[in-house]
T-cell receptor, first 112, second 114 residues
Framework: GDSVTQMEGPVTLSEEAFLTINCTYT??????LFWYVQYPGEGLQLLLK?????DKGSNKGFEATYRKETTSFHLEKGSVQVSDSAVYFC???????????FGKGTRLHILP | SQTIHQWPATLVQPVGSPLSLECTVE??????LYWYRQAAGRGLQLLFY??????ISSEVPQNLSASRPQDRQFILSSKKLLLSDSGFYLC?????????????FGPGTRLTVL
């Protein structure tokens, strides 16, 4: 079945460092891909998404490109801030599916 | 756009007590609705989803149950809570046919079973 694999955390970076959180997926057809963020003590928020190959989702300085050839949707940010400390979830929805499949989440710590 | 409401925000319950968590949806009709659990140190686990009134699919066998008495209402229940039921419970909604094709999440309920 469909699945999402993302790099395990925690990831610890200094402020203004470059961030990459890897995400790869397995799915039939052309799924929609998402990154969700969960700040401490809060629920999930949609960070960005891409619905077809080569689409780039972006929000709050974060970017991710839908790579069909490598089945990847890596999350990147050029200069992280302390306020970016959170848990990040990669997810997919398959074609005409009723369910969203999440990765296990990556905890990110940004040090001042 | 959709808004997902959940309550209570925090709940502390003794082992063996019943549970009822409510989720309501605003701003759309006929959504797919979902209950997720996030246990400490673990990722998200899909518990139940519903594509319509009275239609419930269970993903994981356990002592929890779900009901959908109305189009915009989704309830998570238990007759007797276990310690292992502690966690963060999230309700989500999704409407097919929208251009966004996205799940919207409620604020969550943190359940502690003692």
């Amino acid at each position: 079945g469909d699945s999402v694999t993302q790099m395990e955390g925690p990831v610890t970076l200094s402020e203004e460092a470059f961030l990459t959180i890897n995400c790869t997926y397995t799915a039939t057809g052309y799924p929609s891909l998402f990154w969700y963020v969960q700040y401490p003590g809060e629920g999930l928020q949609l960070l960005l998404k891409a619905t077809k190959a080569d689409d780039k989702g972006s929000n709050k300085g974060f970017e991710a490109t839908y790579r069909k050839e490598t089945t990847s949707f890596h999350l990147e940010k050029g200069s992280v801030q302390v306020s970016d400390s959170a848990v990040y979830f990669c997810a997919l929805i398959g074609n005409r599916d009723d369910k969203i499949i999440f990765g296990k989440g990556t905890r990110l710590h940004i040090l001042p | 756009s959709q808004t997902i409401h959940q309550w209570p925000a925090t709940l502390v319950q003794p082992v063996g007590s019943p549970l009822s968590l409510e989720c309501t949806v605003e701003g759309t009709s006929n959504p797919n609705l979902y209950w997720y659990r996030q246990a400490a140190g673990r990722g998200l686990q899909l518990l139940f989803y519903s594509v319509g009134i009275g239609q419930i699919s269970s993903e994981v066998p356990q002592n929890l149950s779900a009901s959908r008495p109305q189009d915009r209402q989704f309830i998570l229940s238990s007759k007797k809570l276990l310690l292992s039921d502690s966690g963060f419970y999230l309700c989500a909604g999704m409407v097919w046919g929208e251009s966004t094709d996205t799940q919207y999440f409620g604020p969550g309920t943190r359940l502690t079973v003692l």
